[in-house]
Every structure is written in structure tokens, then in C-alpha cells.
């Protein structure tokens, strides 16, 4: 598969929500750090998903922000 985003985080699925709509994925990128995605739960069935599969979260925005205390 070829895509555009540049930004593709491969981690762990550590948890999955599922909801009746949508469903909640927690991917552990490095020991401690998480990206939580929400997808369909179409999404989650259709592609097999399941807790310690190795994923990759891709990251697409438009602005990323930079905040200082």
C-alpha cells in the first residue's frame, strides 16, 4: 500500500473499545506512549483487529501545533 501521509507510527494494539457504532483503538507507539484512534467498528470486524497486533497509526492534519508552558 502506498499513501501520502508521511507520519506512520508503528506500535502495538494495546486495547480495543468497541462501541455500537464506532470503536476505540489504543496503540502503544513506545513503552508509555499511546495514540487512541476512533474507527467505525465496520472498520475493526472488517480488518481483523485485535489487541496485540502490530499496526500502524497514520497521523494526517492539516496544522500540528506547538505549545510551551
Known amino acids: 500500500m502506498k499513501v501520502s501521509a508521511r507520519n506512520l507510527l508503528p506500535g502495538k494494539i494495546k486495547e480495543?473499545?468497541?462501541?455500537?457504532?464506532?470503536?476505540?483503538?489504543?496503540?502503544e507507539v513506545a513503552p508509555g506512549i499511546e495514540v487512541v484512534s476512533?474507527?467505525?467498528?465496520?472498520?475493526v470486524d472488517n480488518m481483523g483487529l485485535?489487541?496485540?497486533m502490530e499496526v500502524?497509526?497514520?497521523?494526517?492534519a492539516s496544522n500540528v501545533m506547538v505549545v510551551t508552558d
Open 50 to 52: 485485535k489487541v496485540g
Open 16 to 27: 480495543i473499545t468497541q462501541g455500537a457504532v464506532n470503536s476505540e483503538i489504543v496503540i
Open 38 to 43: 476512533i474507527i467505525t467498528k465496520h472498520s
Open 56 to 60: 500502524k497509526a497514520m497521523v494526517k
